[in-house]
């Protein structure tokens, strides 16, 4: 099933995407005819039922009278009569118009089959504007039977109580595995419809010489067998050899489209055939039970209920699908061109990348970072340092350590102007308060690249704020003719420590004021100082922001571990030296990484059972405190086990 898995999601997903404004219609079409029993009196009373009337006319002169009112309709084709007192009799002729006509013979409307309200749904529903209505409207069901099936056996996983209050499963699945039954219920008995499978049998021939008898006398003689009928429904032969069908809804049937069929000779009255519903092909009785629940006859109103909530959920799956399939879209690498590279300090590289093709780049919001793809296997966050406004380049810096784990010392001696790069989408961990009124931004060495994209933000938006630039010395300072030629260069201030004097951090940071909020970025050591200061002044943590290029992996006890996956039970150890990742990748179970520090949040992973010991940098304080997800990459366990929502 596993390996069945990736082209499952891909045949439910093109199926969606390619079908999916088609499945669209259908529903919508579906939802407006669910309650139509209940609602078509109410929209068009006059035309379904006349006024009191204590001698009600024969059928003959009710015939008579729609003949009257429509000539040159053609032949005769159909009758329809309801059981209750006053409703109107539905006569059609040849030119597909049903004449509404009341017990006393007043014609009340003249309305073709797909006219109306409903009418035009109906239309619509089934393609009657397409030649070939019934094959597409079979396909489309059959299509849409087989995706549910397939999303069944994809959502097969059982999904936790904490993922399903979460929302982790997310929306789509969320709503599909509510609606689903339904939906698959809906189209499996549409499917017989639209290709005529289990329809009625033939009408058989008639003997009898002589003229036709009175429609009235031959109802008479069908009532007589079946007293007191739901529903009656007369279909005139086509040829004057054959048989007049009566299809009636007894009084005791099983559900509203309980079927049973007389055949009279039309001009003897002979019973030619007599098959009640229980008596009819089982193939038949099939049909007509579809039919009934695709209609919402069957099951009253709590059941047509569910229906419209589930036709009205297919537009909402369609949009949930669609942004997922978009956010997909979004977190594939891109492959954006090194258009230059430019020295910014004596350590210090910057590299502007832009779409091969000059087309528009993902916009991002200040202090949102790139994942780079710098080699296989090697994958690194770099904060974007240009105006977000711009959407034709990304621009990140890139500090040469000599404590390097590979990234710096490969994008410093191995990328070069005209080389193709694969990055994300921007994401952001340390975005700018929306409510703040004033904004107090410290930078400390390479911390400059978020806080650059800040302060360009901030002036562009008329914002008050003040830049705090710590650095080694002026020629370890990234971007600094470029600040001095700014609009906001007057409110950047430079503190260096080559002389041995360090910037006073409760001068510069001050007591707490309500609507301020400082941002922080750079080593850790530098940023433990800025918080610690701000803290002691009487700021707020949630006035408190701070950029981290890694977790708190190393931190703590690495005390060995075992962690059991939730759907197939099996326990795999950690050892002291192993991450969860490493270890579940031992044993063919792979998590998809990219940070490797918790960081980035592409691992993060639901917890059943258990207290993790959070070591990342990417969850919230109450994210953390739920206990309900960690990233594995990084963080352990506070106790001997951990259960996995994998």
Known sequence: MNAARPLLLLAHRWTGLGFGLLFMLVALTGA???FRAQ???VVSPGLLAGPPCAAPLPLDALVERARAANPGAGALKAIRLTGQPGAAVRVRFSDAQWV?????????GIQGMYEGPFGTLAYLHIFGFSAAGDLLAGALATLFALMMIGAGALLWKRPSRAAIRTLAIGRHKAIALCAAPLLLASAMTGIPQAFKWGAAPPAPTATAPGPALPLAQLLARVEALLPGAQKIQIKLPPEPSLAIAFEVVARDAPHANAVSYVHLDPRGGAVLRHVAHGENRMAHQAFLLASAIHYGWAGGWPVQLLMLA??????VLGWTGTASYLRSRRSRPLKLRVAARIGESADACSFELVHPRGRALPRFSAGAHLDVHIAPGLVRQYSLCNAPAET????????KTEDSRGGSRAMHDNVRQGDLLAVSAPRNHFPLAPSARRSLLFAGGIGITPIL???EHLESAGADFVLHYCARSAARTPFRERIAGARYAGKVKFHYSDGGKHADLAQLIGPAEPG???????PAGFMDAVFATALVQGWNEDQLHREYFAGSASAGAQTPFDVRIASTGKVVHVGSGTTVVAALASQGILIPTLCGQGVCGTCVTGVLEGEPDH???????EQQLRNDCFTPCCSRARGAMLTLDL
Request: hydrophobic letters at 50%.
């Open 453 to 455: 994209a800040m302060a």
């Open 310 to 315: 589930a036709a009205l959920a297919v537009p």
């Open 32 to 34: 407006g005819l669910v």
């Open 39 to 41: 609602l078509e009196p």
């Open 392 to 399: 034709h380049r990304y621009q990140i810096c890139v500090l």
């Open 615 to 621: 070591r990342d940098r990417v969850l919230s304080r």
């Open 100 to 108: 509404y006509v009341a017990p006393c013979g007043a014609v009340s």
């Open 516 to 522: 301020t909020h400082l941002y922080v970025c750079g």
